[in-house]
């Protein structure tokens, strides 16, 4: 056991006698793993939106100023029976007022408009996309909303579904290739790197295996290696991340975006260190061997 | 200890060992004599493992040479210790470093290693150069290195490449006493040279000769073949 630290502690103490590599190589995997990270951290993000809006999406109807009260009421109360709608918010000309006066932040006073409010009645619908024909069942809702009686205009993105639709798509496209991609880099930095490092104690490997040491008390210091480099590597990456984590959390926290970034959780971070450790350690490994 | 019969080896076209049979028994002191280019350091390497055997076959410590993998030639190397013509120690660390590497790579304790080290080093009077980088020392105390290297882990077998090419006479003598006290403890040495003097030293040595890759002659001083 006693052996093992030893020439654990060896592989890392190793690493620098050759300072300048070491740092070029470590400056290259911060790199790698923050472009990486910070790949993350967007889809992390979106993934997180999307998850606050539960991949709905909103159906604003307008009805005509002029429509009656009461008949208006008895259609609001029918909409929430719809197909995919989960909530249901309605608005009276008043309550559309307030809700207008809100958003002046009370510089401005809309009190004297009220009763005689010149907004329409409206309604928001939250709906649920469906899994399958979500343009097909965005057209068909929407065309049943502008059917109804006094509805004068319905607002409807549908960009929205279609973002939606293309999002998930792309993240489920992108997001191996580009991780596998970096992870690719990361072993060929740290591969070269390893190779070096055998290329510069040739001599001193060839005087260990001629006064008997194994072929393991040999290489297990250099796969230290490579898993020190790994981990340091993506350790200063998820630093580096961090810091410009602190600069950009509430860069998107304006009107009328309100959204805050946030951080990748505690469990991606500890993949990404250990995943990065084992593709060092992985990548000395074929450079041993070859 | 050592048994080889009918070895030969080549580099590229040019044949360096051609057809030898040789044999050495436990406790044997063996100089194995020459002009440069004859052979030996290729001879003494093919013992060591470094070079694989080509043809022939070649048994060392009761290692068989030509099948044993590269994995395991640890072992073999733990039973046989080399000093090489060009000493081949670690120019960046001191003396004690590179003497108690085979003995660290043993895994041998802490408290024996300094031990024995000291021991060495004082017998090839190096204890005052013990925290010394080697590539500060000259020609003569790197190559008291590699010998105390090679004797501190008490070998089976001692394989020197002309272990006194770079000593004056009188260190040659001194290093000549210290592979006779260890062949008295049972070890059994070879050593490759054309320094007469040594050769006249110890008597009781068998020679062999090589020439041409050719080992022609084979006799023990005071002229009894055996």
Same mark, same amino acid.
């Given at each position: 056991?006693?052996?093992?630290?030893?020439?654990?502690?060896?592989?890392?103490?190793?690493?620098?006698?050759?300072?300048?590599?070491?740092?070029?190589?470590? /400056?290259?995997?911060?790199?790698?793993?923050?472009?990486?990270? *910070?790949?993350?951290?967007?889809?992390?993000?979106?993934?997180?939106?999307?998850?606050?809006?539960?991949?709905?999406?909103?159906?604003?109807?307008?009805?005509?100023?002029?429509?009656?009260?009461?008949?208006?009421?008895?259609?609001? /109360?029918?909409?929430?029976?719809?197909?995919?709608?989960?909530?249901?918010?309605?608005?009276?000309?008043?309550?559309?007022?307030?809700?207008?006066?809100?958003?002046?932040?009370?510089?401005?006073?809309?009190?004297?408009?009220?009763?005689?409010?010149?907004?329409?009645?409206?309604?928001?619908?939250?709906?649920?996309?469906?899994?399958?024909?979500?343009?097909?069942?965005?057209?068909?809702?929407?065309?049943?909303?502008?059917?109804?009686?006094?509805?004068?205009?319905?607002?409807?993105?549908?960009?929205?579904?279609?973002?939606?639709?293309?999002?998930?798509?792309?993240?489920?496209?992108?997001?191996?290739?580009?991780?596998?991609?970096?992870?690719?880099?990361? /072993?060929?930095?740290?591969?070269?790197?390893?190779?070096?490092?055998?290329?510069?104690?040739?001599?001193?490997?060839?005087?260990?295996?001629?006064?008997?040491?194994?072929?393991?008390?040999?290489?297990?210091?250099?796969?230290?290696?490579?898993?020190?480099?790994?981990?340091?590597?993506?350790?200063? *990456?998820?630093?580096?991340?961090?810091? /410009?984590?602190?600069?950009?959390?509430?860069?998107?926290?304006?009107?009328?975006?309100?959204?805050?970034?946030?951080?990748?959780?505690?469990?991606?971070?500890?993949?990404?260190?250990?995943?990065?450790? *084992?593709?060092?350690?992985?990548?000395?490994?074929?450079?041993?061997?070859? | 200890?050592?048994?080889?019969?009918?070895?030969?080896?080549? $580099?590229?076209?040019?044949?360096?060992?051609?057809?030898?049979? $040789?044999?050495?028994?436990?406790?044997?002191?063996?100089?194995?004599?020459?002009?440069?280019?004859?052979?030996?350091?290729? $001879?003494?390497?093919?013992?060591?493992?470094?070079?694989?055997?080509?043809?022939?076959?070649? =048994?060392?410590?009761?290692?068989?040479?030509?099948?044993?993998?590269?994995?395991?030639?640890?072992?073999?190397?733990? =039973?046989?210790?080399?000093?090489?013509? =060009?000493?081949?120690?670690?120019?960046?660390?001191?003396?004690?470093?590179?003497?108690?590497?085979?003995?660290?790579?043993?895994?041998?304790?802490?408290?024996?290693?300094?031990?024995?080290?000291?021991?060495?080093?004082?017998?090839?009077?190096?204890?005052?150069?013990?925290?010394?980088?080697?590539?500060?020392?000259?020609?003569?105390?790197?190559?008291?290195?590699?010998?105390?290297?090679?004797?501190?882990?008490?070998?089976?077998?001692?394989?020197?490449?002309?272990?006194?090419?770079?000593?004056?006479?009188?260190?040659?003598?001194?290093?000549?006493?210290?592979?006779?006290?260890?062949?008295? $403890?049972?070890?059994?040495?070879?050593?490759?040279?054309?320094?007469?003097?040594?050769?006249?030293?110890?008597?009781?040595?068998?020679?062999?000769?090589?020439?041409?890759?050719?080992?022609?002659?084979?006799?023990?001083?005071?002229?009894?073949?055996?």
């Amino acid at each position: 056991m006693m052996v093992f630290f030893r020439l654990f502690f060896q592989g890392i103490r190793d690493l620098f006698r050759v300072p300048w590599s070491l740092c070029m190589t470590l /400056a290259a995997i911060t790199l790698v793993c923050f472009l990486g990270g *910070a790949f993350l951290l967007v889809l992390h993000n979106f993934n997180l939106q999307i998850e606050a809006r539960h991949g709905n999406v909103q159906f604003q109807i307008f009805w005509n100023t002029q429509a009656d009260k009461e008949e208006v009421q008895k259609t609001w /109360a029918g909409l929430s029976a719809m197909e995919g709608v989960v909530n249901v918010r309605t608005f009276t000309p008043d309550q559309a007022l307030d809700v207008l006066g809100e958003s002046f932040q009370k510089n401005i006073d809309l009190d004297w408009m009220k009763g005689r409010s010149p907004l329409p009645p409206t309604a928001i619908l939250d709906c649920q996309v469906p899994d399958a024909e979500q343009t097909k069942w965005a057209q068909s809702t929407l065309s049943t909303l502008k059917a109804l009686p006094h509805v004068e205009k319905v607002s409807f993105n549908p960009l929205q579904v279609d973002l939606l639709t293309s999002w998930v798509g792309f993240t489920k496209m992108a997001f191996w290739p580009v991780i596998v991609f970096l992870l690719l880099v990361v /072993a060929l930095v740290v591969g070269n790197t390893i190779k070096l490092a055998l290329l510069t104690r040739r001599e001193e490997l060839e005087i260990l295996r001629f006064v008997g040491a194994s072929r393991a008390y040999i290489q297990f210091p250099l796969l230290v290696g490579g898993l020190f480099q790994g981990v340091m590597g993506s350790a200063l *990456a998820l630093g580096l991340l961090g810091l /410009a984590f602190h600069f950009i959390k509430d860069l998107l926290n304006i009107p009328p975006l309100w959204i805050t970034i946030s951080f990748l959780p505690s469990m991606h971070c500890l993949t990404m260190l250990g995943l990065l450790g *084992a593709v060092g350690m992985l990548s000395s490994l074929v450079a041993l061997r070859n | 200890m050592i048994s080889i019969s009918r070895l030969s080896f080549s $580099f590229g076209k040019q044949l360096a060992l051609k057809d030898i049979n $040789f044999s050495m028994r436990q406790g044997e002191f063996v100089f194995l004599c020459g002009p440069s280019g004859a052979g030996k350091t290729t $001879f003494m390497r093919i013992l060591h493992g470094a070079l694989a055997v080509q043809r022939g076959k070649v =048994d060392v410590a009761g290692y068989n040479m030509n099948t044993l993998s590269e994995n395991r030639k640890h072992f073999l190397r733990r =039973d046989v210790s080399v000093v090489y013509q =060009d000493f081949k120690i670690l120019p960046d660390q001191n003396v004690f470093a590179n003497v108690e590497l085979p003995l660290k790579v043993r895994g041998v304790a802490r408290h024996i290693i300094d031990k024995r080290v000291r021991a060495v080093l004082r017998s090839l009077q190096l204890d005052k150069k013990a925290q010394t980088l080697c590539e500060e020392l000259s020609g003569g105390e790197q190559q008291r290195v590699a010998v105390a290297r090679a004797v501190v882990v008490k070998p089976k077998l001692l394989l020197a490449d002309e272990p006194t090419g770079n000593l004056d006479r009188d260190l040659a003598m001194r290093m000549m006493d210290i592979f006779q006290q260890f062949h008295k $403890f049972g070890t059994s040495i070879m050593i490759a040279t054309h320094n007469q003097e040594i050769l006249e030293r110890m008597p009781c040595a068998r020679i062999v000769t090589l020439e041409n890759g050719v080992m022609h002659e084979e006799r023990l001083m005071h002229g009894v073949t055996p």
